[in-house]
């Protein structure tokens, strides 16, 4: 288990590699599992000043965001303007948990989608978000597309960095993406003390709390929760994981060899 100091004082301890999924990678899974995030655009009624807006989005073929906006809306009038604009992407823990939890922040010029290609970005856009056929041929509605500039990504606590708009473009989608925030769920209440457990034995932490942050086929983030700290902690699987499956028969047999641990120690 690796694990980096949070919120504490004195210097950071760092523990032995744990394998994990690439910036690029947990980046790309995180926007595909996603539909909607937060569009900040350049006022024009206020030059200079970020201005916000919840925004359904659909991904192209290289999974730049797309979106159906109407030119009467503000953020329309504002990309009009100025098509520079970032877009903020969080999954649904992040309600309980908007620091622990990852997010993306995506960075780029918000353009018209040109004519000819408006058909295809049609079909991509409607499969992710069907009740948009209501609306999509109305005459004020067009398809803009978020020409990606830069990337940034917070995985939790102690993970984040720049990604480069190549790398996310050739990363592939985690096959938990799905499945995730169920499991994530599932983890952090059914499987409270066995976390604790991986805790102790593996990062040598007493926790008073701990919590899986993400969860990817190589393993998961725990944040822990200590009377005088908070730090971030990873745990990597035995074997990859592809479904909720294997994810519990992992987490079992972490148990099992944390366990087996545990009895060594006590035998010393």
């Known amino acids: 288990m690796s694990s980096s100091r949070q919120h504490s004082s004195g210097s950071d301890s760092e523990g032995p590699d744990v394998p994990e999924p690439s910036h690029a990678e947990r980046v790309k899974t995180l926007v595909y599992g996603q539909s909607s995030g937060s569009l900040s655009t350049l006022s024009r009624k206020q030059p200079g000043w970020p201005f916000g807006s919840v925004m359904p989005y659909g991904l192209d073929e290289e999974g730049q965001p797309v979106f159906l906006i109407s030119t009467m809306a503000m953020h329309t009038q504002n990309l009009l303007g100025d098509p520079r604009a970032s877009l903020l992407v969080t999954p649904p823990e992040s309600r309980s948990d908007p620091l622990g939890a990852s997010r993306v922040t995506l960075m780029g010029s918000v353009t018209r989608v040109p004519r000819e290609q408006a058909g295809q970005i049609r079909e991509l856009y409607l499969a992710r978000h069907a009740n948009a056929s209501y609306w999509v041929d109305f005459e004020d509605f067009s398809f803009f597309r978020m020409a990606l500039a830069d990337i940034y990504f917070v995985g939790g606590f ?15 989608v985690d096959p938990l993406t799905n499945d995730a925030s169920n499991l994530i769920r599932e983890l952090n209440t059914v499987q409270a003390e066995t976390l604790l457990l991986l805790a102790r034995v593996f990062g ?5 709390q701990a919590t899986v942050t993400a969860l990817d086929r190589l393993g998961f983030h725990l944040r822990l929760t200590t009377p005088g700290r908070m730090q971030g902690g990873r745990v990597a699987f035995p074997n990859p994981v592809r479904n909720a499956s294997e994810v519990r028969a992992g987490l079992a047999a972490l148990a099992v060899q944390a366990n087996a641990g545990l009895q060594i120690l006590h035998s010393l």
């Open 158 to 172: 102690g993970s984040m960095g720049w990604v480069m708009p190549d790398d996310y473009a050739g990363a592939s």
């Open 204 to 208: 040598n932490v007493e926790a008073q």
